[in-house]
């Protein structure tokens, strides 16, 4: 990432009440904690990263939270969204009783969505909860799952079907973590930024279209925009439905075909992002069939999916009946309500809404929409 001389930081607050916390996007930060008068106090840290980030950046978290806490231990997990299981889960619980931490411990997530999850569902079970901050080093965890306090594990049979709601007490978005991400990591996370535009802002979708190559690029600047108008968006709506009662499922466009994408094909072989990409199309397609956007909608979102190196197809699950699959899949989604399958789909580009669709339109645009 190309970066600015001046060091800068800026904030997002999300407003839950007592549950408030604030999201700090800059670069540099974890050199520099003392821009983290909102550190919560307790009486160690335990640092929960992975084995290929940890080497990278926990020496550096470690280092500044030792000026914070008595104690600072780490617990190494290993790295892979197939290991986003009980058994990994146990890892960190392991750790906090050898350590004998109590119930003022913090726990930190240094890493991506796989960590932040994994953690913040140990901070809201190890002694009924205890505090949590999340250190997102993915594009996708910086603009998405660091913030909102959805947390959990996978299941063999569904995605993220174990977990607890508990917020963090502090995101802090350094952005430059992400110089050492991957590029398909990278473009995975653009996923979710993309996302944000046809339920939301199509303002922020067209800033897409004119800066990506910037963003693929690692611009500091626009990848500083990027982060705080998702975090802005993601903090308006988890503070209007923080528990999901109605809007936040918005927040699931593409995910209902995306996760039965990552489930049918075997945890870690498509990446979230890539599948809530190919996912995203084939909301929009269903959207389009029911009448509610037009062709070029779905050509423009299919086009800046494209440009950000994303799949626009999904992958065929199954030789014989491929749709079927899907829909047996879909059906196990925390969406779904007595069995019928909900789709987040776009009402007109800017607007999202919760609907059912028809098992037979459905399979139309699975049909059209997967890998021939
Ligand atoms: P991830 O956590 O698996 O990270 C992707 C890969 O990048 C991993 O191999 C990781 O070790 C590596 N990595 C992370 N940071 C790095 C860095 N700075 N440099 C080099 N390598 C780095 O995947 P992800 O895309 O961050 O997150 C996906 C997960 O997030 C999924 O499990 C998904 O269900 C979850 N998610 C949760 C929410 C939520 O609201 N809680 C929202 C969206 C996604
Ligand atoms: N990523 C979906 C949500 O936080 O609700």
Redesign the pocket.
Known sequence: MAHSQEKSFTNVHIDLGARSYPIVIGADLLGDLRKGENIPAGTSALVVS?T??AP??ARQLVDALSGHYPQVHTAVLP???EH?TWQTLNLIFDALLTHGCDRKVVLYAL???????MT?FAAACYMRGVDFVQV???L??QV??S??G???I?HPLG??MVGAFHQPRLVICDLS??????AR?LA??MA?VIKYGPIADMELFAWLEANMDALLAREAQALAHAVKRSCEIKASVVGADEREAGLRAI?NFGHTFGHAIEAGMGYGVW???EGVAAGMVMAAELSCRLGMVDAAFVQRLRTLIKRAGLPTRGPVLDAQDNAGRYLELMRVDKKAEAGEIRFVLIDGPGRAVLRAAPDALVREVIDVCCIA
């Open positions: 992975n290929t980030v990278l950046h790295d892979g969204e986003k890493g991506g969505g796989v960590i932040g999850d913040g997102p080093t993915t996708l965890a998405d799952s913030v909102g959805k947390t959990g996978n995605k993220n973590t992400l110089d050492t991400l991957p990591e995975a996370g979710e927040l990446l979230h992002g």
